[in-house]
């Protein structure tokens, strides 16, 4: 497992803070999902054999999200 | 039916607002609920013969936010 730090823009609040890291969770390959609403950063553990960057970006564009390069 | 507007705190993003017209709708006696996150302001039907203001200031509360006199 790595650890990653995600770039994400909109989320304001405890239901963002959620809708993010369930929808992260949900992949397999991704553990420990922390949502930083101060910073509009999301730490996640990643085992890089089972999920890619991009696959992580389109679960969070999915819930309304902009994910930074 | 009687018009009103509530003033609510706290409110950032789509899901506050179903939270909140979610949580009035489910009232008895309110309908049309329409939340304004720019002014942070709820529009309601109201039969003021089957709710009470404390009942819907209370449902709001339960969903997190605060309600202004």
Do not use: F, P, R, W
Not at 6 to 14: F, Q, R, S, Y
Not at 47 to 63: F, G, L, N
Request: charged share 30%; proline share 0%; with cysteine.
């Amino acid at each position: 497992m790595e650890k990653k730090t995600l770039k994400v823009e909109g989320m304001t609040c405890g239901h963002c803070k959620s809708a993010v890291t369930n929808a992260l969770t949900e992949l397999e390959g991704v553990k420990n999902v922390t949502v930083h609403l101060e910073t509009g950063t999301v730490d996640v553990e990643v085992d890089e054999s089972k999920v890619s960057e991009s696959e992580m970006c389109e679960a969070i564009e999915e819930q309304g999200y902009d994910v930074k390069a």
